[in-house]
């Protein structure tokens, strides 16, 4: 059917290369009906030059070439699809667009923790390491949860106007559906204090019991509305100097030293003086919280050159690494 439907829509003398038609076809044509057929046949190519047509078709005027182009993502792997994935996300109400690209999103991130998707009858799965749960009983169980979670940000923005940014949790569900734990993998919103409550708020998330066994899944969380901080180069010269103060952010007392956990994310804030204000942070693996204030802590004392950019606040996301 769908090769009937290629057939006819790519005229009888098309370029030779049907990929490029596609994608032609998907950004030009006034009839929604034919940018769909298109948007399933690159699906069916599955060449990763058409991703980034397929990332700019996802605002395209009719919600199902929308839908259905968030779910031709999902099924390429292509991680340059994430940034506007979780924009289309946060800016539709349309029920179908939001599932699709909720999906995708899930798709994405299990392939980038080394894990692949799958699903039955049109389902998306995520699986775990025992068990799966479906997409749609994730995002209930997160939902529920999200007003206290905003709430953790929401307090925070009180005090610290500034911050904002993405959280990855990632969740281990135990099979009577409670959660086992909850950690942050992927971190940019520079506010420990809120990280941590959010944690907490999703270790009382509740889900539906996976099938197989414990299961693991993750999903993103995005949180802003705060002022305008400035982005900063991670080669920057705020960031060199941090990476300079290594092993002062290590130390505590003169015979203590910390433990940086494997991949330690930090994303902080910094005023024009070059004082950190916030600091968040994120890992592969738990991060301990006495590891957390104590590092925290350090970063807040050290004493930095004052640094040049525009604005009240200056925003740094980082991987932090100490050699001996």
Request: aromatic letters at 6%; a positive charge; proline letters at 5%.
């Amino acid at each position: 059917m769908l090769l009937a439907l290629l057939q006819a829509l790519l005229p009888a003398r098309a370029e030779a290369d049907p990929v490029s038609q596609l994608m032609r076809i998907l950004a030009s044509a006034s009839d929604y009906k034919q940018r769909l057929t298109a948007a399933i046949g690159l699906a069916r190519y599955r060449d990763r030059r058409s991703v980034p047509a397929l990332i700019k078709a996802l605002k395209d005027p009719n919600h199902t070439v929308r839908g259905t182009v968030a779910g031709v993502l999902g099924t390429f792997g292509d991680q340059r699809a994430r940034p506007p994935l979780e924009a289309l996300l946060l800016g539709t109400k349309d029920s179908f667009v939001r599932g699709q690209a909720q999906k995708a999103l899930a798709a994405l991130m299990a392939l980038a923790e080394g894990k692949k998707p799958g699903g039955a009858g049109g389902r998306m799965q995520l699986h775990g390491i025992l068990g799966t749960l479906d997409q749609q009983a994730i995002q209930e169980g997160v939902n529920a949860r999200l007003p206290q979670a905003t709430g953790c940000y929401s307090r925070q923005l009180e005090t610290a106007p500034y911050i904002g940014g993405k959280i990855d949790l990632k969740f281990r569900v135990a099979t009577d559906g409670k959660v086992k734990w909850v950690r942050i993998w992927n971190s940019d919103l520079g506010s420990l204090d809120a990280e941590q409550c959010i944690t907490r708020e999703m270790m009382n998330a509740t889900f539906d019991a996976p099938d197989g066994g414990e299961a693991e899944f993750s999903i993103p969380l995005t949180f802003g509305g705060g002022d305008t901080a400035t982005a900063l180069d991670p080669r920057s010269e705020v960031a060199r100097r941090l990476q300079r103060s290594c092993k002062k952010l290590l130390r505590v007392g003169k015979r203590r030293l910390l433990v940086a956990p494997p991949g330690l994310q930090v994303g902080l804030y910094i005023d024009t003086y070059g004082t950190v204000v916030s600091a968040g942070l994120a890992a592969d693996v738990e991060i301990p919280a006495d590891f957390a204030q104590e590092f925290i802590g350090n970063l807040k004392r050290l004493e930095l050159q004052e640094p040049s950019f525009e604005g009240r606040f200056g925003k740094l996301v980082y991987r932090f690494a100490c050699g001996p």
